[in-house]
């Protein structure tokens, strides 16, 4: 355990300071899904997507290409945007090329998404 800060206001202790996993582990599981609900709502923007494009995802269908089509772009499109060719976008969507971490960003801003979610969904 970890030696706790403590704050004074004048005289006396007014805050202790300890390591957010050593806090955690003092409070109930239901206060701990209160705070996951809290930080999860704070990180919310906003961004929906239907049904359609998760069961894709978990169906190990190609990020890119379900985020593609989500937002309406040919692959010519996507691919003029990037500065690549189509048939590089048709290899990249087929698993047969990988991205570089440059194109990976340039495509993630392309189609509002993280980096990470250009990644394939594990399949079990």
Known sequence: MTKPQII???DEPAFVVVPYAEWLAT????QAD???LEQALAADDGT???????????DG??????????????QEQLAEKAGVT????????RGERNMSPKLRAKVAI???VDNDDLTPWAQD
């Open 48 to 58: 929906r997507y239907p049904q359609e494009v998760i069961t894709r995802l978990m």
């Open 8 to 10: 004074y206001q004048g």
């Open 27 to 30: 409070i109930d599981e239901d």
């Open 61 to 74: 269908e190609s990020p890119i290409r379900i985020y593609r089509e989500f937002h309406e772009l040919t």
């Open 86 to 93: 189509k048939v590089y976008i048709g290899q990249l969507e």
């Open 110 to 112: 392309i189609l509002d």
């Open 34 to 36: 209160e705070i996951a």
